[in-house]
Structure formats: structure tokens, C-alpha cells
């Protein structure tokens, strides 16, 4: 069992929880960059500086994947319905008038709280693959649901979410002064992202958050011992998917547009594929990856195949770096000197592996 | 009317029969979840397309573009997915979801991003007229070649000593090894294998349906739900499901077109809930 389960990062079985007192530093140290960064970026280029938002949005979005994905151990495949859900909720209330941050972010998160209940109670019921195929079909009514605009087709003869056309020109938040200006909305979300991050690590390193670890280890050993395992992970998946419906909420009146493929699988396979390449359970990796992602899909889509290069990318650390970047950077500061032998020995049992005998 | 439904709900069924039973017998001896089939289903479609131009005739490209990403198959078997057995499970959704996305790219550089089709073959153009009801033939065709298929595979499943094999391999693969049999040369015939069976339902839906670069990641997520409802082990339960799936379309198109797809989701959900091994799945 321990064998074939999900490898994590290491660091977080140990006392000092996910994200030791390092970890923890490091994270501030990039907060602060944040702080400082985001303005000289805005002086050089302000099209990168909407891009940082994006990065910021996704760092959130990958973290709290990686919460029921990497250190839950709940293979989701459908985590853009959260995300989808929070960015509508917060497109069709803006639209509709309400323009605080106070008063359409916290609905937001209720909306996508009370769809993270369903579909974590329905999907808590089953494990390993069929979680990921339970909570994959649940996205996909959703993104079916918004593009058919099934809501109209029920209450109104209105258009609600209007369908494959989406929902455009989302203004931005309201605090006081309108958040128009992306310098306001960018330390908006980073404020806001900050508080979910550390949210997110909190919960994880929380007695709660052991138990959740306890799940990932040895399920029929905590239900054993005693935990109600079904509950813990439906409140799991209830915290992670009010922190990327968040996300969502941050994210579309930053774009300004909702499209039914925020609801898409190849969003929530896009973020599986972040939490991968990041390293599962460490929660820095991925938020790190999701930069990494963002960045180099607007560098290489310019002039490349950006999604061809994703792929490749993608398959050459499934088969080689499967623990992630989180692991890889570890392994090189703990020896650096190891590094071109750990190469070398990885890529020599991958071709005994691949050659017939 | 309803004639015509049943019968569009047949030629649908077997596709999703031919394409899931791929993905069935993978599963079932290799414990992978080939998240990239159906863009080899996609890829039968688009060799078809391209050999068409060549030879010209529908029955050649049946049989060899079936081969041609056969041989594609063994390939990716070989170089990505045979490192990863005895990993979890896991990771062999991760990695074909990487090779969906690539093949997705290459076909769109390749063949572009427009739409196409396979024309369809002078003989089985048109209608058969019983009484006062149409058949369309190629319709008819699809359905009597999927059969066809159908019962030689169960034929080599239970007949054939490549049958037997296989079946071994995927209770006790350890045995197998040990008698002398080259278990990895087995899973690359079984993936090989299940992928032709993609590729041959990609050709033969390419002519009644549009082939496009997006119809493998459209096709596959549907194929899980059809592999979910009858239960993931089961060649039998993918057979009930494809059909209930296939008709439900079908009949659902006729009254509410948008709604088809939901419907197929909601199935599987409910599914889920009531029996979590599928139908037919212990």
C-alpha cells in the first residue's frame, strides 16, 4: 500500500507539518517580492502586469487543489466547477449591481461552498479513480449547464448565463474606490490570495489538517481508530473548493469575461497537471508551478506551440520527476553535487525499463 | 420516426461500444486508464481521411489505418507508459492526459483546425426501403461490422491461446512471467490492440460525424461515463451501457438536442451514487 500510494512531499509527514519554518519564510519572502515587484513590472510593461493577477489567481487555485489532491490524497478532476461556479456567482452579481467586494465575495464563496457540499458528499462515497471520474462528470453538468444556460431554460425566459456568448464586460470590484485601476486590483488579490494561502496552510498543519494526512496514509486505519474518514474529507473538498471558487471570483472581473469553459476539464486537467509538476502536498510547489505556467504560456505562445510544449513538458516529469519540482529543488540544496548522478541514474532505468528483454 | 431513432441510437451505441471496449480491455489487464484513447480514436479518423486522398477506397482505409495507429500505439506504449507500471494508478491518467493534449496539438498542426469528413462509400450510400420505413445503409453497415467485431473479439478473449494469455496475464501476471511468457510484450498487444479498436470506430464515424481536432477529448470523457455505468472491469457491462447511453442520446436528441449530453452525466452520477462499481462491476 505505502509502496503504490501517491508519493507527497516528504517534509509534511514529518512534526513540523507542510511548509517547515523555511518554507514558511520563503513563502513571506515571495509575498513581499510580490508587494515590491508588482509596481516596477507595471512602470516596464503594464501587459505583464495584468499577467501577474493571473499568476496570483492561479498560485490560490493550484494550492487549494493540492489540498484534497496532493495531501488528502483526493485524485479531483473536476475542480474547475468550483471555479466556474465562484467566477458566475461573481460576474452575475456584479452585473446585477452589487459592486462591493464585501458583499459579492463572500456570496460567491457561499454559492461555491454549497455546490462543493454536494458534490464532496456525492463523490466522498467513492475512492481512487471513480472520485476522479464522480467529480469529472460534475463539472462537466456544470459546463454543459452553462452553455445550454439550463438555469434560463428552468426559472426565466432571460437569458442567464447566456450560454457559448458568456458573460461580458464584468465590471471590477467595489472597496470604497472602484478597483478599475490594475494597480488597485492587484494588491486587492493579493491580499485576498495571501489570506487563502494561508488559510490553506493553516487548515493543513491544523490537528484537523493531520487527520486529513492520516486519510492520505492509511484510510482504513483512521476509520479504525475511530475518525468519521467521509466527513473530514467532505469538509476537505468544502474548504478547497470555497478557495478556488474564490479564485474563480478574483479571477473573472479580471478578465471581465465568464465563459462556460471556465467550467471546461481541460481547466481542471490543466491545474491536476500544475499540482503534478509542482509537487503533490507541498503546496509551495504548485503555487510555484502555476507561476511557472502562466508565464510560459504567454512567453511561448507568441511563437510556439504553447500547449504542444505543456504537454511534452507534462509527460517528461510524469515519467522522470514524478514527485514534482517541490522534491527536485530539495533534493538539489540538500546535495547539489548528487544532481547529474540522480540524472543519470533516472534516465538509465528508464531505458531498461522501456527496452524489451 | 422512432424507427430512425432506434436505429441512429444503435449506430451510436456501437461506436461508443467499439471505443469503450478499447479502453475496457486495457483496463481490465493493464490497470490503465488511457485518458489519451480517444485521441487515437481521432487519429484513425484523420490517417483514414489523409489515406482516403490516396487510395480512394473506404474498405482499405478501414483495415489499414486501424494498423497504421496500431503501430503508433505500440510506440507510445513502449516509450511512455510501460516505465510507469507499478506506479499508482494514478499516473497513468496523468501521463495520457499529457499525450491527449499533445496529440491534439499535432494533429491541428498537421491536418489544421478545419472540420472534415470521410466520404461515404458509394455501396453503402442511400436507403434500403421495407414497407414504409428508410434504412439508411451505412447506418445498417456500421451497426452489422461493430456485431461483427463484437463476437470476434469475444471469440479470441475465450478461443484463442493469445486470449488465454491475456486473461492470465491480468489475474496473476507474476504466474504468466514465470511460465515464460514476456508479460510487457502481452500489454503491448493488449494496448495495440484496444487502440485499433479506437481507430477503427474513428474511421468508421468519420463519415457520419464531423472530424475535427477537438472530437478525441470530446469523445473520451463521454467514454468514461459509458466505462463508469457499466461498471469499469466488465466487457458485458460496457455493452448494456454503450447501448443505454447510445439510445438515450438518441431518443433525448429528438426532443431536447441540448440536453443529450447532460443526461449521459447525470447517469453516471446517479450510477455512482446508488452502485460506485458501475452496473456490472464487482
Do not use: C
Not at chain 1, 465563459?259 to 491536476?272: C, D, I, K, T, Y
Amino acid at each position: 500500500m505505502s509502496e503504490k500510494s501517491i508519493p507527497t512531499d516528504r517534509a509534511a509527514t514529518k512534526s513540523d507539518g507542510v511548509l517547515g519554518k523555511r518554507g514558511k519564510y520563503g513563502l513571506l519572502t515571495l509575498g513581499i517580492l510580490a508587494v515590491i515587484i508588482g509596481p516596477i513590472v507595471d512602470v516596464i510593461d503594464p501587459f505583464w502586469f495584468r499577467l501577474l493577477v493571473n499568476v496570483l489567481v492561479f498560485a490560490l487555485f493550484a494550492a487549494s487543489l493540492d489540498l484534497v489532491f496532493g495531501y488528502t490524497g483526493l485524485p479531483s478532476f473536476g475542480h474547475a466547477a468550483m471555479f466556474g461556479a465562484g467566477g458566475y456567482a461573481a460576474a452575475l452579481l456584479l452585473l446585477n449591481g452589487f459592486a462591493s467586494a464585501l458583499v459579492v465575495l463572500p456570496i460567491a464563496i457561499l454559492v461555491t461552498i454549497f455546490i462543493s457540499v454536494i458534490i464532496g458528499w456525492i463523490s466522498a462515497r467513492t475512492k481512487d479513480l471513480y472520485f476522479s471520474f464522480i467529480t469529472l462528470a460534475f463539472a462537466q453538468i456544470l459546463f454543459i449547464a452553462a452553455f445550454i444556460d439550463l438555469p434560463a431554460r428552468i426559472l426565466s425566459p432571460d437569458r442567464i448565463t447566456r450560454g457559448d456568448d458568456g458573460l461580458v464586460g464584468v465590471p471590477a470590484y467595489d472597496l470604497g474606490v472602484t478597483l478599475t485601476d490594475p494597480m488597485y486590483y492587484y494588491f486587492f488579490t493579493l491580499v485576498v490570495v495571501a489570506a487563502g494561502v494561508y488559510t490553506i496552510i493553516a487548515v493543513a498543519n491544523s490537528p484537523f489538517g493531520r487527520v486529513l494526512r492520516g486519510i492520505h496514509e492509511n484510510e482504513e486505519r483512521m476509520r479504525a481508530i475511530g475518525y468519521n474518514v467521509t466527513n473530514y474529507k467532505v469538509l476537505a473538498f468544502t474548504i478547497s473548493g470555497a478557495l478556488t471558487g474564490l479564485a474563480g471570483a478574483l479571477y473573472v472581473p479580471h478578465s471581465s469575461v465568464a465563459h462556460p469553459n471556465l467550467f471546461h476539464w481541460l481547466v481542471s486537467g490543466e491545474l491536476v497537471i500544475i499540482v503534478l509538476v509542482g509537487g503533490m502536498g507541498s503546496i509551495w510547489g504548485p503555487m510555484v508551478a502555476a507561476g511557472l505556467f502562466v508565464y510560459l504560456e504567454h512567453v511561448l505562445s507568441a511563437f510556439a506551440n504553447w500547449l504542444l510544449i505543456l504537454g511534452l513538458i507534462y509527460v517528461v516529469f510524469v515519467i522522470f520527476v514524478p514527485d514534482g519540482l517541490s522534491e527536485l529543488l530539495k533534493r538539489a540544496v540538500r546535495n547539489p553535487r548528487d544532481v547529474p548522478n540522480n540524472a543519470k541514474r533516472s534516465i538509465k532505468s528508464y531505458i531498461n525499463s522501456v527496452r524489451y528483454r | 420516426m422512432s424507427v430512425q431513432a432506434t436505429l441512429l441510437g444503435l449506430q451510436i451505441a456501437m461506436a461508443y461500444f467499439l471505443i469503450v471496449a478499447g479502453l475496457v480491455i486495457i483496463y481490465g489487464m493493464m490497470d490503465v486508464i488511457n485518458v489519451a484513447h480517444g485521441s487515437l480514436y481521432m487519429l484513425g479518423a484523420y490517417i483514414g481521411l489523409t489515406l482516403y486522398d490516396v487510395v480512394g477506397n473506404f474498405f482499405v482505409i478501414l483495415v489499414v489505418a486501424p494498423l497504421l495507429v496500431g503501430i503508433i500505439a505500440a510506440g507510445l506504449e513502449t516509450l511512455t507508459i510501460r516505465p510507469l507500471y507499478g506506479r499508482h494508478p494514478l499516473y497513468h491518467i496523468l501521463l495520457t492526459l499529457g499525450l491527449a493534449l499533445i496529440i491534439e496539438e499535432v494533429v491541428k498542426i498537421v491536418w489544421g483546425v478545419d472540420t472534415h469528413r470521410i466520404p461515404t462509400p458509394e455501396v453503402l450510400s442511400g436507403q434500403i426501403v421495407v414497407g414504409s420505413v428508410n434504412f439508411p445503409r451505412y447506418r445498417l453497415f456500421v451497426i452489422g461490422i461493430s456485431l461483427l467485431v463484437a463476437v470476434a473479439m469475444y471469440l479470441v478473449f475465450t478461443r484463442t491461446k493469445f486470449g488465454i494469455i491475456m486473461r492470465a496475464s491480468s489475474s496473476d501476471a507474476e504466474m504468466v512471467d514465470a511460465l515464460g511468457m514476456d508479460v510487457s510484450k502481452v500489454y503491448t498487444a493488449v494496448f495495440v490492440a484496444g487502440s485499433m479498436l479506437a481507430a477503427f470506430a474513428g474511421v468508421l464515424m468519420g463519415v457520419t460525424n464531423a472530424v475535427t481536432p477537438t472530437m478525441g477529448i470530446d469523445i473520451i470523457i463521454i467514454a468514461f461515463a459509458i466505462l463508469v455505468i457499466g461498471g469499469a472491469g466488465s466487457l458485458l457491462g460496457v455493452v448494456i451501457s454503450s447501448l443505454i447511453v447510445g439510445m438515450l442520446v438518441a431518443y433525448v436528441s429528438l426532443f431536447a438536442p441540448a440536453m443529450s449530453e447532460l443526461i449521459i452525466y447525470l447517469l453516471m452520477a446517479a450510477v455512482l451514487i446508488v452502485k460506485p462499481s458501475g452496473l456490472l462491476g464487482e
